[in-house]
Nanobody, 121 residues
Framework: QVQLVESGGGLVQAGGSLRLSCVASGITFRNYAMGWFRQAPGNDREFVAAISWGGGSTNYADSVKGRFTISRDNAKNTVYLRMNSLKPEDTAVYYC??????????????WGQGTQVTVSS
């Protein structure tokens, strides 16, 4: 059974930082591209960041470039999202996702349950 479990969300003041983690089980993690998405109330889910299977390729939404960093540790089956200079508009439920591919996913098969990030002004 595939599981993606996020953690690390919480309440933080604007300008602060958080690091989200997503631990995967039930998959050969090193063969999966991983992504982070978010969904704010009343909004559609949106792409935040993605990382290739080996970590050599990353990409980001324009809204988070220069503030967020995605990384992975294949030995720990974990993908991270470091979020700096947080803004109130970053408030959302953050989800990690995984897709079995050595390329760039157009969609993701596996999703976590989400972790809430709230940024106060």
């Amino acid at each position: 059974q595939v599981q993606l479990v996020e953690s690390g969300g919480g309440l933080v003041q604007a300008g602060g930082s958080l690091r989200l983690s997503c631990v995967a089980s039930g998959i050969t993690f090193r063969n999966y591209a991983m992504g982070w998405f978010r969904q704010a109330p009343g909004n559609d889910r949106e792409f935040v960041a993605a990382i290739s299977w080996g970590g050599g390729s990353t990409n980001y939404a324009d809204s988070v470039k220069g503030r967020f960093t995605i990384s992975r540790d294949n030995a720990k089956n974990t993908v991270y999202l470091r979020m700096n200079s947080l803004k109130p508009e970053d408030t959302a439920v953050y989800y990690c996702a995984g897709e079995l591919t050595l390329g760039t996913p157009s969609e993701y098969t596996y999703w976590g349950q989400g972790t809430q990030v709230t940024v106060s002004s």
